[in-house]
C-alpha cells in the first residue's frame, strides 16, 4: 500500500505542476489567436492565409497556401514584422531568442521559429496542420508582430540555417479575434 501511495505520488505531482502551468500560460492575458496573410515576394505568386491559436499544449498551425512550386518549402518565424521595404531580409534572420543552433521542429535545440517544411502538391497548393511547443502568442517567445516566411526549397536542418533558399512569401503575425474562426 505504502508503494502504491508513493507511486501516485511521483506520478501525480509532475500532471498537477504541468497542469499549473497550463493554466499560468492561460492566466496571462495575452492573445489567444493570431494570423498571418502571406503574399508573394517579387513575382512569387504565392497567397494565403496562415491561423495560430494557443492551447494548453502549445500553439496549433492551420492554413493554406497557393502559388507555390510543388514540393517542400522552408517554413519559418523571422525575427522582425518590418513590411516597410521590398527587400524580404528586412525580416530579419530566424526568430531565435535563445540563442540556438538551427533544427528541425522535434529537435532538441532549435531557433524558436524553426517549423520545418510545408509541402505544396502538383497544383502547389499547400494545406498547414501542426501543433508546435516553443512559440507562443504572449511572453518571451511571442510570434506576435514577427513575421512568417515560406523559402523557395525545403530546409534540410543544416546549420546554420538550413539551406532553404531565397525567401519567396511572408506575412506578418497579428493578433486575431478570438471569436473568427
Do not use: W, Y
Not at 501516485?8 to 498537477?16: A, D, H
Not at 543552433?101 to 497544383?123: M, Q, S, V, W
Request: overall charge positive; proline content about 6%; aromatic content about 4%.
Amino acid at each position: 500500500m505504502k508503494k502504491l501511495v508513493i507511486a501516485l505520488l511521483v506520478l501525480g505531482v509532475p500532471m498537477v505542476l504541468l497542469g499549473a502551468r497550463a493554466q499560468e500560460k492561460t492566466k496571462r492575458g495575452g492573445p489567444t489567436k493570431a494570423v498571418a496573410v502571406v503574399r508573394g515576394f517579387g513575382e512569387h505568386p504565392v497567397k494565403g492565409i496562415i491561423h495560430f491559436t494557443a492551447t494548453e499544449n502549445g500553439v496549433e498551425i492551420r492554413g493554406e497556401l497557393s502559388g507555390l512550386k510543388p514540393g517542400k518549402h522552408g517554413f519559418h518565424i523571422h525575427e522582425f514584422g518590418d513590411v516597410s521595404s521590398d527587400d524580404p531580409k528586412c525580416h530579419g534572420g530566424h526568430f531565435n531568442p535563445e540563442k540556438q543552433k538551427h533544427g528541425a521542429p522535434d529537435a532538441a535545440e532549435r531557433h524558436i521559429g524553426d517549423l520545418g517544411n510545408i509541402t505544396a502538391d502538383g497544383r502547389g497548393k499547400a494545406e498547414i496542420s501542426m501543433k508546435d511547443k516553443l512559440i507562443e502568442l504572449s511572453g518571451p517567445h511571442s510570434i506576435i508582430g514577427r513575421a512568417v516566411i515560406i523559402h523557395e526549397k525545403a530546409d534540410d536542418f543544416t546549420q546554420p540555417v538550413g539551406n532553404a533558399g531565397g525567401r519567396i512569401a511572408g506575412g506578418v503575425v497579428g493578433i486575431s479575434d478570438p471569436k473568427h474562426k
